[in-house]
């Protein structure tokens, strides 16, 4: 029986439906039994080597989320390269990490609604739906492969 952490993250992303603010929710992360960690943490420290700084940095699939981070910590460079380079290094580490077993876990919706108003208005609901939605997907996926418990780490 495994030991499942589940890292999660949910974004906003725009639609092809002319909404007037991100239209999407999606909430995602990876599921990987505990005895990997150590492995992907060492994929990560690798990657994050080749940058001529200290690898204790975050990263993020959307380094722009970051941008106000690195300016206050005076990385404002740092953070520059790291969003120049975002393909690069996201491809290395899915690389590195195709040896490893871990799984992809994804819940999204979309809003129904392109105006402004009606989004934000409806956007903490759909987040507890979307979120749920996530939840059960986590539960069939330890139930499917037998495990023995889920922790979450949201971000």
Do not use: C
Request: glycine content about 6%.
């Amino acid at each position: 029986m495994s030991d499942i952490r589940w890292y999660a993250d949910n974004s906003y992303i725009h639609g092809i439906w002319g909404a007037e603010i991100e239209d999407i929710l999606v909430f995602g992360g990876i599921a990987l039994d505990r005895e990997v960690e150590n492995e992907i943490s060492r994929i990560m420290d690798n990657v994050k080597g080749s940058y001529d700084i200290e690898n204790d940095f975050p990263v993020k699939w959307n380094m722009r989320d970051l941008k106000k981070y690195y300016e206050k910590q005076g990385l404002s460079d740092l953070y520059k390269v790291l969003l120049e380079d975002s393909k690069v290094w996201r491809r290395q580490m899915f690389r590195e990490a195709a040896g490893v077993d871990f799984t992809i876990i994804v819940a999204l919706i979309k809003s129904y609604s392109t105006r402004r108003r009606v989004i934000k208005r409806n956007r903490e609901r759909l987040t507890r739906y979307v979120f749920s939605d996530a939840l059960m997907r986590v539960g069939h996926h330890v139930k499917d492969i037998n495990g023995s418990s889920a922790e979450l780490i949201l971000d």
